[in-house]
Nanobody, 130 residues
Framework: QLQLVESGGGLVQPGGSLRLSCTVS??????????MVWFRRAPGKEREGVSC?????????KYGDDVKGRFAVSRDNDLDTVYLQMNSLKSEDTAIYYC????????????????????WGQGTQVTVSS
């Protein structure tokens, strides 16, 4: 069964950086035609849209207000991998981070709130603490 796999989470001090990766398992399936989205869910909070990156045909990125200017999403279609570079991390960034693939090539207007994504990962824990 096709599944997205996140990696790169861990414990980092406030102000530090992490880079998350999202790839597909089993390999051989291309994510190049899908818009890819990062979500996060903090303890006791609802799911929050972090970032969206369109497929290479459409281009373009979107970010949640809480991460603008600090996080950057990118993709390497040759490796079928999507990245989330997280800088200037804060304690409030502590959450489980998930990636999802949208069957549409572009980021939807409601990318941060909709839930009907084609594929989901199981998440990677990010903890920001001193």
């Amino acid at each position: 069964q096709l599944q997205l796999v996140e990696s790169g989470g861990g414990l980092v001090q406030p102000g530090g950086s992490l880079r998350l990766s999202c790839t597909v398992s089993p390999s051989g399936f291309t994510l190049g035609y899908y818009a890819m989205v990062w979500f996060r869910r903090a303890p006791g909070k609802e799911r929050e849209g972090v970032s969206c990156i369109s497929s290479t045909i459409s281009g373009g990125t979107k970010y949640g207000d809480d991460v603008k200017g600090r996080f950057a999403v990118s993709r390497d279609n040759d490796l079928d991998t999507v990245y989330l570079q997280m800088n200037s991390l804060k304690s409030e960034d502590t959450a489980i981070y998930y990636c999802a693939a949208d069957s549409n090539p572009g980021c939807s207007v409601d990318w941060a709130s909709k839930g009907d994504y084609a594929f989901w990962g199981q998440g990677t824990q990010v903890t920001v603490s001193s």
